[in-house]
């Protein structure tokens, strides 16, 4: 085989290999600091609160194109958010980039994720903000891992969550897992848009140490819950101090900022 050939086979050969390396090598080797103001107002205009990047800023092409910055602060965290709303402290924030948009020059996230995060949520509950499905979710993914989530004075650590909202009128999805007490649980919930009378559906399940509890009725625009609340399983003793065997529950839920009451309750052990 002639070398001019031998040589244009080789170039061919290699050609895809430098291009990989490029595009693996290529974004790990420039720095996006410079570029951390503008990534704060692209997170913040996605995610509907103000965002404040504090550390660095990396990109990566390869496996998929993903954006990566570190010290993530997201609404107000004096005294939680505005009006005590959402606040949000995160090791980092993943945004998964749409390749045919980055190959234009545009950054358009596919998917959201925020990395050991502290988020903080008001107690009571109410129907509006941060209770409503936020606008980012219209399209995309959202996710969290190895985070905290602080509903009033109540930890729950280890969460790992999905949120989904197909459109801007579907229902807000989030299904995961967290760890409370030494217990460990999954959830499902489903969070309806308010009506016109401001007040939310709300429907959640919890299920932990083989048994599954499940809430249904309306975030109240006030704050707070009404609904039922039903459920059952296995061992009772599993979950509070008393007697062992299974058990079924039902009655009549309302939680306010001070008092959380049930009424109509029944419940039956081992069947009596």
Do not use: C, Y
């Not at 990109?59 to 005590?84: R, S």
């Not at 948009?101 to 949520?121: D, F, H, K, T």
């Not at 949120?163 to 229902?171: E, I, K, Q, R, V």
Request: hydrophobic share 45%.
């Amino acid at each position: 085989m002639p070398w001019p050939r031998r040589i244009a086979l080789g170039l061919l050969v290699a050609l895809p290999v430098l291009l990989a390396a490029a595009l693996w090598f290529g974004p790990r080797l420039t720095d996006w600091n410079t570029h951390r103001d503008r990534l704060a107002i692209l997170a913040a205009g996605r995610l509907g609160q103000p965002v404040m990047l504090t550390g660095p800023v990396k990109l990566a092409l390869l496996p998929q194109p993903m954006l990566e910055a570190d010290g993530v602060i997201i609404g107000e965290l004096q005294g939680g958010g505005p009006e005590g709303g959402l606040s949000i402290q995160a090791r980092a924030l993943r945004l998964r980039l749409d390749l045919g948009a980055l190959l234009r020059l545009q950054l358009e996230p596919r998917e959201v994720v925020l990395v050991g995060a502290e988020i903080r949520l008001p107690w009571p509950p109410t129907s509006g903000q941060p209770f409503r499905p936020p606008p980012w979710l219209t399209g995309l993914r959202g996710r969290i891992e190895d985070s905290r989530i602080i509903i009033g004075n109540v930890p729950l650590e280890d969460v790992t969550a999905e949120l989904a909202a197909g459109s801007a009128t579907d229902a807000l999805r989030i299904d995961g897992r967290f760890r409370w007490r030494n217990l460990d649980a999954t959830f499902n919930t489903v969070l309806g848009r308010p009506g016109w009378d401001d007040a939310a559906p709300l429907d959640l399940t919890v299920a932990a140490a083989k048994a599954s509890f499940s809430a249904s009725g309306v975030l109240l625009p006030e704050g707070g819950f009404e609904g039922t609340i039903q459920g059952g399983g296995s061992d009772l003793a599993a979950l509070v101090p008393g007697p062992g065997g299974a058990f079924r529950l039902r009655g009549a839920l309302s939680a306010s900022a001070d008092l959380l009451t049930a009424s109509d309750l029944t419940l039956d052990l081992g069947g009596s």
